[in-house]
């Protein structure tokens, strides 16, 4: 009976649910460089990162956002807008058989979104830079990309410098306990130890100026959204505000309490319609990662007979 049970187990293997973690972040604080770290801690066998498909020192499948010559470029390679490239990721995936994933990304929205794309589950665990390393550290990784543009690829030094030649710079090695991984050691002389390596890199796109939609331009934009969404939704204010993770949209409306097109739907329901369509809508267009848009509803109109 065990021997029958252990052959079923083994048939069943592959199918499995796959298991994903996330490591969030914002740009610059940490993630790349500790990625691995996090992946050993927790028995995750491959890494989502930048576009990349990573599985202890080789790049699997993908193509390195921070190749890009452009930042906005780069988004859409990081959140593997391409139709092409996302089908590549995922077939991959199911090639190796490849159950628990670690997805970084610089929102718990982001995440979602690549998990999505990749047609994997949802994480079911969110881990934040900020409970794996020192506030001091995060510091520290922070100035070092905003006066130096260094970025890290999870990656062996010999497989970028042969992928990506032009963004490479140097090598790290570095040392961590097996029985503890975010413990980093300064030997590799332990039994209980295990070196990897990644790669330092300076992309393309940050040794230009970083390309921006303008505010006019996005602003436009979802005004036409308001606009096709309900013609009687007056804007009366809206605030857009940009930083290394993405836009953000304030936006204060007056709504008209009934509209025949979203009839019987409440008032917090139709708001919520509308934020998705604006999302959906710039996002497909333009590329860019809308990472909120906050609607405040100053005031609930009628319609006047």
Do not use: W
Not at 51 to 78: F, P
Not at 81 to 105: N, P, S, V
Not at 202 to 215: A, D, G, T
């Amino acid at each position: 009976m065990q021997f029958l049970h252990k052959i079923l187990k083994e048939l069943l293997q592959p199918f499995k649910t796959d298991t994903v973690y996330a490591l969030v972040g914002e740009s610059g604080t940490g993630k790349s460089y500790n990625a691995k770290l996090v992946a050993e801690r927790y028995g995750l066998n491959a890494i989502i990162d930048d576009g990349l498909l990573i599985q202890d020192d080789k790049i699997l499948a993908g193509r390195s956002a921070k190749s890009e010559k452009t930042y906005m470029g780069a988004v859409r390679v990081a959140l593997f807008d391409d139709k092409e490239h996302r089908d590549e990721i995922a077939r991959k995936i199911k090639h190796y058989h490849i159950r628990r994933i670690l997805i970084l990304g610089t929102s718990e929205k982001m995440v979602m979104k690549i998990a999505t794309r990749l047609q994997l589950p949802p994480p079911a665990k969110f881990l934040h830079i900020e409970d794996i390393v020192s506030k001091e550290d995060i510091e520290l990784a922070v100035k070092s990309r905003q006066i130096e543009g260094k970025h890290v690829i999870p990656v062996a030094s010999i497989e970028v410098r042969r992928r990506y030649p032009q963004i490479f710079t140097n090598g790290i090695r570095f040392t961590f306990h097996r029985s503890n991984p975010l413990n980093v050691v300064s030997t590799d002389s332990r039994r209980d130890s295990k070196v990897v390596e990644k790669s330092v890199v300076q992309p393309e796109f940050s040794k230009k100026s970083r390309v921006n939609i303008s505010e006019a331009a996005l602003v436009q934009m979802a005004s036409i959204c308001i606009r096709e969404y309900d013609d009687g939704i007056r804007v009366k204010k809206m605030t857009v505000k940009t930083d290394s993770r993405g836009y953000r949209l304030i936006i204060t409306i007056d709504i008209p309490a009934d509209i025949s097109s979203s009839a019987g739907l409440p008032l917090t329901k139709r708001v919520d319609n509308l934020q998705k369509k604006m999302i959906d809508r710039i996002e497909g267009s333009t590329g860019i990662f809308i990472e909120e848009v906050n609607i405040i509803m100053d005031k609930v109109t009628t319609t006047e007979k």
